[in-house]
C-alpha cells in the first residue's frame, strides 16, 4: 500500500466508528479504526495515514492531545486531522482546534455527506508534495561598462 493511503478513523465509541465506516466505506480507502489516543498515536507513528478522523472527547488521551502530538513531530505534522465533538458548538473548543492545526472540527451528529468531501478533499492534497522551498534569487552583473 502507498505511503499515505489509509484514512485513520478515531473514537471510544464502537457505534460511532460504526457510523464513521458507513459514511466513509463508499470512498474506496482503506480505513483504520482506533478507539483511544494511545492507539491512534501508535497507528500514526506507523505510518501510511493520509488523513485522520478523530475524536475530542477520550479517557486517557484527548484528541486535543493526540492533535498536539501529532503537530509536534515532522514525521506526523502534515496528516490533516478532522476534529469531531458531541459537546456542541464551543468557540474555545473551536480556538484551540484551529491553533492546534485541526483542518476542520465537526460537530456530532456528523452529516456523512459532508464529511465525505472533507475527507476526499485532504486525502487528495495529503498526496501532494510539499512546496519547495524558494530559492534565492539569481544574482546578475550588469555589463560591463564599455570605453
Known amino acids: 500500500m502507498p505511503a499515505g493511503e489509509k484514512v485513520l478513523l478515531v473514537d471510544d465509541r464502537e457505534d460511532n466508528l460504526f457510523a464513521l465506516h458507513s459514511a466513509l466505506s ?16 501508535k497507528a500514526v507513528l506507523r505510518g ?3 488523513v485522520t478522523v478523530l475524536d475530542v472527547v477520550m479517557p486517557g488521551v484527548s484528541g486535543l492531545d493526540v492533535l498536539r ?18 459537546l456542541g458548538v464551543d468557540a474555545q473548543l473551536s480556538r484551540a482546534a484551529m491553533r492546534l492545526g485541526a483542518a476542520d472540527l465537526l460537530v456530532k451528529p456528523i452529516d456523512p455527506w459532508s464529511l465525505c468531501i472533507k475527507v476526499r478533499y485532504l486525502h487528495r492534497f495529503s498526496h501532494r508534495s ?18
Open 69 to 86: 502530538y501529532m503537530q509536534r513531530l515532522e514525521q506526523t505534522r502534515r496528516i490533516p486531522v478532522i476534529l469531531v465533538t458531541g
Open 48 to 50: 501510511g495515514v493520509a
Open 130 to 147: 510539499p512546496d519547495p522551498a524558494p530559492s534565492a534569487p539569481a544574482t546578475t552583473t550588469a555589463p560591463a561598462a564599455r570605453p
Open 26 to 41: 463508499p470512498l474506496g480507502y482503506p480505513l483504520e479504526f482506533a478507539t483511544s489516543g494511545d492507539a491512534a498515536l
